[in-house]
């Protein structure tokens, strides 16, 4: 059972304009085409069963039309989970919010950089506050992305801060709480009430033991992801594999941690 608890894609007609905008900004390269078949074919491949897909609205306006674009996705599909997106200027977010609940959906994405606030600022604590109490996942994009110059508007120091101020709020720091921020995570979200992903973290930084690191957090709080269409699934996958933990522990990595998060029943494609 494997769970890729954070992927990407856009609809058909805008996926080739979307990928090579973001891999020239970002100056990464994409392994398959950004399309919801891509994604699906992909983790086909990786031996992946299901994929959280995490939308990003960039401008108030796109809110509402992502949204409704990934409710038909999970209405067809059963082997996709998608996020809702709340941009933070966004002036109707409570009711979009409201709706996200009503229509099923787990959690919401934001990206503090693409949106551009601090995920400490104030003034987005009504708006957790709103996603907390529908009980939904609250994952925020951690640490820099290429596409950005600093500062960087979610970093662990700053999380930390969120973790505190909201204590029974279930949130997920993508790329193990901070990409290229990982001192940083060490010192601020180890073993802190916080799901871990761990999109861009294998192979990205020179760590020893990782097995320690993730036992040191704690197993459980600890979610597969791979950040596609930025990295190769199946690679993925095999980095996981090849880690030095139980076959209880790579279960719970794999998929279990995510499936109890997540209060589903995983279907396999």
Known sequence: MIIDFHTHCFPDDLAPKAMSKLSQNSGMPYYHDGTLSGLRESAKKAG??????????TKPQQTRAINRWTLSIIKEYKDIICFGTIHPEFEEWQQEIEWLKMQGFKGIKFHPDYQDFFVDDRKMYPIYDAIVQNNMIILFHSGVDPAFKPPYHCTPKRLKRVLKDFPSAKIIAAHM????FFDETREYLLGENVYLDTSFFFGEIEIENVEEVFRKHGIEKILFATDSPWKDQKKEVEYVKKLKLSSDEIEMIFGKNAQELLKIEVHHM
């Open 177 to 180: 709480g901070g990409y290229r």
């Open 48 to 57: 992946i069963d299901m994929c959280v897909v995490l939308p990003i609205a």
